[in-house]
């Protein structure tokens, strides 16, 4: 990357309304504009980078499109994708991708957690529309940066939190507006991960084998600091890994918050408290890994729109207390969901409970548009429709700062006052670390 300075943003550059989504007509060309813009009608130009997993499925989500390029650090990992799609040039290093082929329209960016902010930014700045799989960032400064260079650059961009663009993220904001639960006081939100997916609570390994002949490790370590190569970072569970991913927390958090912070507004915490398995552990493995299991609570204040409340993040098993309001048998938690208390009432997932009450209230007034679908909304934006769903600007960077504000929090096992505008921690000054780790010399944003 070339850029030398580490600028902020203020948080006010993303925290307008979010744009809806409409359908968009075709028209000719000339009607959007200049030339280098795609008329409604005509394909774009798609790229991925990081498509041996995740991005493999991303890449088939837009295979409407011209697929042109795919690049990726593995590309044993990557041959399933390479193969799908024999018309692609292939790479290995994205900046040579983005350098050399100008016929590129659109990005589509599934690497691991710790390459989010400096593949999206290149792109980016290259005058590509960017993709970016969830959660948006490695640390809450990526996210302002992200936000602030996809302002300037006037692309789309979408987040890949595919759930924001489902019926039931507007029926959760149907059934609040039409006050369901009445005055909202709290948001419980949980994910019970299995350890086989994402192993956690771990010190670093002792050995070094040697790195595979089809993956490019140094390429693939990015910013992050120089470690020797292990399987156990990639190509799958590098998520656990601190330097790397983010945790439960961040792997799920983007889905299970999306509806209810865009519901609600909720903006930026003014507390983050949490609470671990790791919290007695040995150094060695906390400041490795993500916890087996944690507890994370935000204090968001009150708007001109609604009073205080909280949110608590459970994972690793951990679930908040069952509500009476639940019917005596029927099961609570498993997996991953929401859960809204309010003074009037109780909504797990999109329901009230108990289900005679859901019942009572029925159907809520439609109020809010349809999604045509999480990655058609970035491809309509990206020929000038509506800003998508989970846009960098108004949606996905402030919802990312709000996991990693909570990955901070566990890491640094300290409750911290959040002073938003301007990015630290005043009552722990120590933990700004965590905002913005350093990166390996030769990256920058």
Same mark, same amino acid.
């Given at each position: 990357?070339?850029?030398?300075?580490?600028?902020?943003?203020?948080?006010?550059?993303?925290?307008?309304?979010?744009?809806?989504?409409?359908?968009?007509?075709?028209?000719?060309? @000339?009607?959007?504009?200049?030339?280098?813009?795609?008329?409604?009608?005509?394909?774009?130009?798609?790229?991925?980078?990081?498509?041996?997993?995740?991005?493999?499925?991303?890449?088939?989500?837009?295979?409407?499109?011209?697929?042109?390029?795919?690049?990726?650090?593995?590309?044993?990992?990557?041959?399933?994708? /390479?193969?799908?799609?024999?018309?692609?040039?292939?790479?290995?290093?994205?900046?040579?991708?983005?350098?050399?082929?100008?016929?590129?329209?659109?990005?589509?960016?599934?690497?691991?957690?710790?390459?989010?902010?400096?593949?999206?930014?290149?792109?980016?700045?290259?005058?590509?529309?960017?993709?970016?799989?969830?959660? !948006?960032? %490695?640390?809450?400064?990526?996210?302002?940066?992200?936000?602030?260079?996809?302002?300037?650059?006037?692309?789309?961009?979408? =987040?890949?939190?595919?759930?924001?663009?489902?019926?039931?993220?507007?029926?959760?904001?149907?059934?609040?507006?039409?006050?369901?639960?009445?005055?909202?006081?709290?948001? @419980?939100?949980?994910?019970?991960?299995?350890?086989?997916?994402?192993?956690?609570?771990?010190?670093?390994?002792?050995?070094?084998?040697?790195?595979?002949?089809?993956?490019?490790?140094?390429?693939?370590?990015?910013?992050?600091?120089?470690?020797?190569?292990?399987?156990?970072?990639?190509?799958?569970?590098?998520?656990?890994?601190?330097? /790397?991913?983010?945790?439960?927390?961040?792997?799920?958090?983007?889905?299970?918050?999306?509806?209810?912070?865009?519901? !609600?507004?909720?903006?930026?915490?003014?507390?983050?408290?949490?609470?671990?398995?790791?919290?007695?552990?040995?150094?060695?493995?906390?400041?490795?890994?993500?916890?087996?299991?944690?507890?994370?609570?935000?204090?968001?204040?009150?708007?001109?729109?609604?009073?205080?409340?909280?949110?608590?993040?459970?994972?690793? #098993?951990?679930?908040?207390?069952?509500?009476?309001?639940?019917?005596?048998?029927?099961? /609570?938690?498993?997996?991953? #969901?929401?859960?809204?208390?309010?003074?009037?009432?109780?909504?797990?997932?999109?329901?009230?409970?108990?289900?005679?009450? =859901?019942?009572?209230?029925?159907?809520?007034?439609?109020?809010?548009?349809?999604?045509?679908?999480?990655?058609?909304?970035?491809?309509?934006?990206?020929? #000038?429709?509506?800003?998508?769903?989970?846009?960098?600007?108004? %949606?996905?960077?402030?919802?990312?700062?709000?996991?990693?504000?909570?990955?901070?929090?566990?890491?640094?096992?300290?409750?911290?006052?959040?002073?938003?505008?301007?990015?630290? /921690?005043?009552?722990?000054?120590?933990?700004?670390?965590?905002?913005?780790?350093?990166?390996?010399?030769?990256?920058?944003?």
């Amino acid at each position: 990357m070339n850029h030398e300075s580490k600028s902020t943003v203020s948080r006010r550059s993303f925290l307008a309304t979010t744009a809806t989504v409409a359908a968009v007509s075709v028209v000719p060309r @000339h009607v959007l504009g200049g030339p280098g813009e795609t008329a409604p009608n005509e394909k774009l130009n798609i790229a991925g980078i990081g498509v041996g997993g995740q991005g493999c499925h991303d890449i088939r989500c837009v295979r409407s499109e011209n697929i042109v390029a795919l690049c990726d650090v593995d590309h044993r990992h990557a041959a399933h994708t /390479f193969k799908e799609h024999p018309n692609a040039k292939v790479y290995t290093d994205y900046r040579e991708m983005l350098d050399k082929q100008k016929d590129i329209d659109a990005v589509v960016i599934a690497t691991p957690d710790h390459l989010h902010a400096v593949t999206s930014i290149a792109a980016l700045q290259a005058g590509k529309h960017v993709y970016c799989e969830k959660p !948006l960032a %490695h640390s809450v400064f990526e996210c302002r940066r992200m936000a602030e260079v996809a302002k300037a650059s006037g692309k789309a961009t979408q =987040m890949g939190n595919q759930g924001q663009a489902s019926e039931g993220a507007r029926v959760v904001s149907e059934m609040l507006s039409a006050g369901a639960v009445g005055t909202v006081r709290e948001i @419980h939100a949980w994910s019970n991960r299995p350890h086989y997916i994402a192993p956690r609570g771990m010190a670093r390994p002792a050995d070094t084998p040697p790195i595979p002949d089809t993956l490019n490790w140094d390429l693939w370590l990015g910013p992050a600091q120089h470690r020797p190569y292990h399987p156990t970072y990639c190509p799958w569970r590098w998520r656990s890994w601190w330097d /790397f991913g983010t945790g439960v927390l961040g792997d799920i958090g983007c889905h299970e918050l999306s509806a209810l912070y865009k519901a !609600l507004k909720l903006g930026s915490p003014t507390m983050i408290e949490a609470r671990s398995s790791s919290d007695q552990a040995d150094d060695s493995i906390r400041r490795e890994t993500a916890p087996i299991a944690s507890v994370v609570r935000y204090t968001f204040p009150a708007t001109d729109e609604r009073p205080g409340l909280t949110v608590t993040w459970w994972d690793g #098993g951990m679930m908040p207390p069952r509500p009476r309001e639940l019917e005596p048998g029927r099961p /609570f938690g498993g997996g991953d #969901g929401t859960m809204v208390v309010g003074d009037k009432g109780v909504m797990l997932g999109h329901r009230l409970i108990p289900e005679a009450k =859901m019942k009572e209230f029925g159907v809520p007034p439609r109020t809010l548009p349809r999604s045509p679908g999480h990655h058609k909304e970035w491809l309509d934006a990206c020929k #000038g429709g509506p800003a998508a769903g989970s846009n960098f600007v108004d %949606h996905a960077a402030p919802l990312a700062e709000v996991v990693m504000l909570g990955v901070a929090a566990l890491r640094s096992r300290k409750m911290l006052e959040w002073d938003p505008e301007n990015m630290r /921690f005043p009552n722990a000054p120590e933990a700004d670390i965590y905002l913005n780790p350093p990166y390996r010399k030769g990256w920058v944003l």
